[in-house]
């Protein structure tokens, strides 16, 4: 077995690229493994003992914590994975719900983090590691262990957790939750840490010459249907096509919008220790910690938003329009970033914007995320314009079209949607995205503007999407060159009249936008 100063092993992702978060913080990470002598298990220093969610211990007439079989973060991970392949959870949830009910700030909840989310992007690539090791299909190891055998890969193919440590604690977790496996799971780690990614992936993975999309499927742990999806909207080209594979493992930055007339992006950026983004004038990048809690966001001067949705929104607000211009309409404006980046560039110009979502909780997040601002949430389907009297035919300047898709183009920040998402969930959605794209169509004005977005670069929610609904909507239709409605000097926009962000090309998510001008 190879030592753990390898970098192939512990910082490297497949074929030499940097996969998930690995090498990222991974030498904070690299004296993890038991608890130091005298130390219990997620806790520092001589503290009182808190009991957390293990129960307690009646011996001796007191209660005292139960000591976790594997310490804190990890234990936290695993709880986090199994909820996800057990509850149909999404990590982005119940994870920090874990590590704000355990108390895990710090190290230890970046630890936790990068664990639970580089396990879950990587589980198709582990998953083969796992099986080809344990000489049975991974789908016959009993559920909890299989998740824990996943945790044990991961740490030992893309952390710096020595090995010894990342088998001992794979063990201890298992030796709880599935006590009659410790040997197997033992033995089935070791031969796992007996080759680095690269090996494994020289041994698993189809030739790059007889089948390239396996070979990249594997390689870089993305279904096979969504590597040919996003080679196919990039043209055929496989080198570009693996760089935006490494890109969907590794761990997105956190991006905030700085809303217009409410703060300005260089201080705010001072303000968090961030930094100004790259393209969109209202982006602050963030390097971590909890935006939420940040008092620019929780008191309405800013939001979390990727870039890229930034972009998108403001390019209907910059497009040139002749005529009135004080109606704007947000067809699907769950759950309020865009509404509020809209809302807020709508209250400087004197414009008023409607909000429309159909699912009531979502609506309450739009009238939250636009609070002060002049917008007015309507819960409703926004298929229903010319139904509903307060969504009238030919009435708005500006409609925004967010369409719901198969969020292929943000895997990068929901890792377990890769798994979840099947081809055929793509007919409903694309059904779904061509009438709300008509009905924003029938919503402007004769002159206004649309602007349909996908944060998917499928192109069958994209260029056949729109296509289609603009043929068959009943009215003359001219696409507008998106390409100048977003910033000088950005890369990579191809040849218009539409434009695909990428996160390999612009950092942002993989973001769709067509801008349409009714006849």
Same mark, same amino acid.
């Given at each position: 077995m190879t030592g753990p100063s390898e970098p192939g092993r512990f910082s490297e992702g497949p074929r030499g690229g940097r996969s998930g978060d690995a090498g990222r913080g991974g030498e904070r990470f690299a004296d993890r493994g038991r608890p130091e002598r005298g130390e219990r298990p997620g806790r520092r220093g001589d503290g009182p003992p808190r009991e957390g969610r293990f129960g307690a211990d009646r011996r001796g007439g007191g209660r005292r914590p139960v000591r976790p079989a594997v310490d804190l973060p990890r234990h936290v991970a695993y709880q986090a994975i199994a909820a996800v392949h057990r509850d149909d959870a999404y990590a982005n949830l119940v994870l920090p719900a874990m590590l704000r009910d355990e108390g895990l700030t710090g190290r230890d909840a970046a630890f936790a983090t990068e664990l639970t989310y580089g396990t879950l992007r990587h589980t198709g690539t582990l998953d083969a590691i796992i099986t080809d090791a344990a000489g049975r299909d991974v789908q016959r190891i009993d559920p909890p262990v299989r998740d824990a055998l996943r945790l044990g890969a991961y740490q030992l193919l893309h952390t710096r957790v020595p090995a010894h440590a990342a088998v001992s604690s794979t063990v201890d977790l298992v030796r709880t939750v599935g006590p009659g496996a410790t040997g197997f799971a033992n033995a089935v780690l070791r031969e796992v840490a007996g080759r680095d990614t690269d090996g494994w992936v020289a041994k698993l993975a189809p030739s790059e010459e007889t089948d390239p999309i396996g070979h990249l499927a594997l390689a870089y742990s993305h279904p096979q249907w969504i590597v040919r999806a996003f080679a196919e909207a990039l043209g055929g080209d496989l080198r570009e096509t693996a760089r935006l594979l490494i890109e969907d493992n590794e761990r997105p930055p956190v991006h905030l919008c700085a809303r217009p007339g409410l703060a300005d992006p260089v201080a705010l950026a001072d303000e968090v220790g961030g930094a100004p983004g790259a393209f969109s004038p209202y982006a602050v990048y963030l390097s971590g910690g909890a935006p939420g809690e940040l008092a620019a966001v929780t008191e309405g001067r800013a939001h979390v938003q990727d870039e890229g949705s930034q972009l998108v929104a403001n390019a209907l607000a910059v497009a040139p329009l002749e005529g009135p211009d004080g109606r704007w309409l947000d067809l699907c404006a769950g759950p309020g970033g865009k509404a509020g980046l809209l809302g807020a560039l709508a209250a400087e110009r004197g414009a008023r914007l409607t909000a429309v979502e159909v699912a009531e909780h979502r609506a309450r997040l739009v009238a939250q995320a636009t609070r002060g601002l002049p917008v007015a949430v309507v819960?409703? /389907?926004?298929?229903?314009?010319?139904?509903?009297?307060?969504? !009238? &035919? +030919?009435?708005?300047?500006?409609?925004?079209?967010?369409?719901?898709?198969? +969020?292929?183009?943000? $895997?990068? *920040?929901?890792? &377990?949607?890769?798994? #979840?998402?099947?081809?055929? /969930? $793509?007919?409903? $959605?694309? *059904?779904?995205? #061509? &009438? $709300?794209?008509?009905?924003?169509? *029938?919503?402007? #004005?004769? +002159?206004?503007?649309?602007?349909?977005?996908?944060?998917? !670069?499928?192109?069958? &929610?994209?260029?056949?999407?729109?296509?289609?609904a603009s043929r068959r909507c009943g009215f003359p239709v001219d696409f507008v060159d998106a390409r100048p409605l977003l910033p000088a000097g950005m890369p990579g926009l191809g040849d218009g009249p539409t434009v695909q962000l990428w996160p390999q090309r612009h950092g942002t998510d993989a973001m769709f936008l067509a801008v349409l001008r009714k006849g």
């Open positions: 819960n409703t /389907d926004g298929r229903t314009v010319g139904a509903d009297p307060k969504l !009238p &035919e +030919g009435h708005f300047d500006r409609v925004l079209v967010d369409a719901p898709c198969t +969020g292929l183009g943000s $895997l990068r *920040r929901r890792p &377990e949607s890769r798994w #979840r998402r099947q081809p055929s /969930d $793509l007919p409903p $959605l694309t *059904r779904l995205q #061509r &009438e $709300l794209l008509s009905a924003a169509l *029938r919503a402007v #004005r004769p +002159g206004g503007l649309v602007a349909y977005v996908t944060c998917s !670069p499928h192109t069958v &929610e994209t260029h056949v999407t729109v296509t289609e």
